[in-house]
């Protein structure tokens, strides 16, 4: 649980050292040299008080630690807000990986408090060029006995929620390139 305290206020303090995000006549405008990125993270579990996932994106400007956590984390929608993080990143060009994505859990077995951690596969890989925006999808942690990852699109959630946190009215630039199913 403190490790689980440490991590979450760590992961905190970063993404408050983010650079603002740039928007120039309603459409997201990466900075020079540099491009977006845009995922959703999401997760459903039995323990709806501390359950929490994470996913990392390795590539030349190095590891992206994502979070989302299912007591704080919500992603505005029209209709049913989604449980999750939407998550806006300013990447260098390059071709980045998602090895994996992370959920930790509690859970009561014969009175006694439990902790699962489940590692789920993506594999999976994805290039951003400069100047270009694109959306991954959504990545959807179900934490349980038996616990899955599901890639969709969202897209329409998504973008909504981007006019919400910042003002997009235009997402004509944004590419849709899904990241693919996890391996079996």
């Not at 490790?3 to 970063?14: M, N, R, W």
């Not at 999401?42 to 989302?68: C, H, I, K, V, Y």
């Not at 997009?168 to 199913?181: A, P, V, W, Y």
Request: glycine share 8%.
């Amino acid at each position: 649980m403190f490790k689980s305290l440490i991590l979450s206020t760590v992961l905190f303090l970063s993404a408050c050292a983010t650079a603002p995000v740039a928007v120039v006549q309603g459409k997201l405008t990466p900075p020079a040299d540099q491009g977006y990125v845009l995922v959703a993270l999401t997760l459903n579990s039995f323990d709806q008080d501390g359950a929490n996932a994470w996913m990392r994106l390795e590539g030349p400007g190095g590891r992206r630690d994502l979070n989302a956590s299912i007591l704080h984390d919500t992603i505005a929608a029209p209709n049913k807000n989604a449980i999750g993080k939407l998550h806006l990143l300013s990447l260098a060009p390059g071709q980045y990986t998602v090895p994996q994505a992370v959920g930790d859990w509690n859970y009561t077995a014969a009175g006694w408090p439990q902790q699962r951690r489940d590692q789920l596969p993506i594999g999976q890989s994805f290039e951003i060029k400069a100047g270009e925006v694109v959306y991954l999808g959504e990545v959807h942690l179900a934490l349980s006995f038996q616990s899955s990852l599901i890639i969709s699109d969202q897209h329409e959630r998504d973008f909504y929620a981007l006019g919400q946190k910042y003002g997009i009215t235009d997402t004509s630039n944004i590419k849709i390139r899904l990241l693919s199913k996890p391996a079996p």
